[in-house]
């Protein structure tokens, strides 16, 4: 079975780099982190395979490609103050994480939150995990060198931008609920600047200013 992963897991790196991930430290710490650990059993044969998978309430995993996309444009450095929206399995997390930040992460669900704050205090993780509506941020650790939303967003959330640090980046999924673009978004002396980045599809960010329920 660990075999089986193993070269299941070079595979997966290696479609990366194909696909345009060049980042040695964010491949790195894909390569170190079990994927199979926040799926249940049964889609253990897929944990590997480039797509989206589901957890539970309803919600996915993102495809691997798009973790380490989305990571790459942050442009992550040692010791950032990282806020992710949409915690979801907590895999985006602990990638944050391995890549020495400092990760404050929000989720709406419940169950998610509970079953994520597991597994990082099992593993000795030091990452600060809330429950709440994350469309509004997380007002009482702001501000943040980078914020990445993991959710489909109606709108660019001003709340979003205003708990980001002078010289922060923001990637955030811009669209309807069936596709999206990404937004890198760099802030300076004030003035900020929008990039984008592709299409993608992912699930919605539900709440004050996301979509409503
Ligand atoms: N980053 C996750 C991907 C999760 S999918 C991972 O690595 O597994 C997006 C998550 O955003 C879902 O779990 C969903 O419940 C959550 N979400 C949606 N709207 C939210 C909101 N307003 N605040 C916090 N989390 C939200």
């Known amino acids: 079975m660990n075999q089986n992963f193993t070269l299941k897991k ?18 790195k710490a894909i390569q170190k982190i079990p994927r199979e650990l926040f799926l249940s059993k049964s889609f253990w044969n897929k944990a590997y395979d480039d797509n989206a998978l589901p957890i539970d309430c309803g919600q996915t995993i993102s495809q691997p490609f798009t973790v380490a996309y989305m990571t790459q444009l942050l442009e992550v450095e040692k010791g950032m103050r990282v806020l992710e929206i949409g915690t979801g399995s907590g895999y985006q997390a602990i990638l944050l994480h391995l890549l020495k930040c400092n990760v404050y992460t929000i989720e709406r669900h419940k169950p998610l939150y509970e079953k994520a704050k597991l597994f990082f205090e099992h593993n000795k993780l030091p990452i600060s995990c809330h429950l709440g509506d ?8 702001a501000p943040y060198n980078r914020i990445i939303v993991t959710a489909a967003s109606p709108d660019i959330p001003e709340e ?32 900020f600047t929008y990039e984008e980045k592709g299409k993608f599809k992912f699930v919605p960010l539900v709440g004050e200013f996301g979509f409503s329920e």
Request: hydrophobic fraction near 30%; glycine fraction near 8%.
């Open 134 to 141: 994350g469309s509004k941020g997380l007002l009482n650790h």
């Open 160 to 191: 979003l931008l205003k708990q980001l640090e002078d010289n922060g980046k923001m990637v955030i999924p811009v669209g309807d609920t069936t596709s999206q673009t990404m937004y890198l978004i760099t802030k300076k002396d004030n003035n």
């Open 10 to 27: 070079s595979k997966l790196i290696s479609d990366l780099e194909n696909k345009g991930i060049n980042n040695q430290d964010i491949l």
